[in-house]
């Protein structure tokens, strides 16, 4: 049997794939990783930024995921579960790197002024380009906030930094993305 994200998130299939693979069935797990290794590969491009840490990223996680499916309580989530420990090995890929997060002292967020936003183009294209250019610290608190829907509060402790870090990392970091977009299509 095949296995598919779409299908795998059916409880039956997936308690089954997961049954399978706590008895060492390998199979089982190549059907598991089959399902979820894209996604898991999408978020670990978007937070290295780079092919390579992502792919070697991707296949310490899975190392992880196949050491520890024995641990996964029947109620868990698989997705879920999968994507805390992709998550956790990127963050400790960027630590690696020595990434920064710039501390701030605690600082009132204030609100975004009103941008006319109507007035330059926002392609696909373009927003993932201007990412990509982000700061790695920018970049990692931008990614898990708006594509992993983290918290601030969990990315402050995923992190070892202060709330309001991770706001104005995130407000940043959003200012950053615009001005990069705008900029692409003054010069178009």
């Given at each position: 049997m095949k296995a598919s994200a779409t299908n795998l998130n059916q409880t039956q299939i997936a308690e089954n794939v997961i049954d399978r693979c706590k008895k060492g069935d390998v199979r089982a797990f190549h059907e598991l990783y089959n399902a979820y290794s894209a996604a898991m590969y999408n978020i670990c491009l978007r937070m290295t930024n780079n092919v390579s840490d992502a792919e070697d990223t991707l296949q310490e996680a899975f190392i992880q995921v196949h050491k520890h499916i024995g641990k996964l309580e029947r109620d868990a989530s698989i997705s879920a579960w999968i994507k805390r420990i992709v998550v956790n090995h990127c963050l400790n890929t960027l630590r690696k790197k020595k990434v920064y997060f710039e501390e701030v002292e605690e600082v009132e967020v204030m609100a975004e002024d009103g941008i006319d936003e109507a007035?330059?183009?926002?392609?696909?294209?373009?927003?993932?380009?201007?990412?990509?250019?982000?700061?790695?610290?920018?970049?990692?608190?931008?990614?898990?906030?708006?594509?992993?829907?983290?918290?601030?509060?969990?990315?402050?402790?995923?992190?070892?930094?202060?709330?309001?870090?991770?706001?104005?990392?995130?407000?940043?970091?959003?200012?950053?993305?615009?001005?990069?977009?705008?900029?692409?299509?003054?010069?178009?």
């Open positions: 007035q330059f183009s926002w392609t696909v294209a373009a927003v993932k380009s201007a990412i990509h250019g982000l700061p790695h610290g920018y970049r990692t608190v931008l990614n898990l906030y708006l594509f992993e829907s983290y918290s601030h509060r969990e990315i402050a402790e995923m992190l070892g930094i202060t709330e309001s870090t991770v706001k104005t990392q995130y407000m940043r970091a959003k200012e950053k993305v615009r001005q990069i977009v705008k900029q692409q299509n003054v010069t178009r």
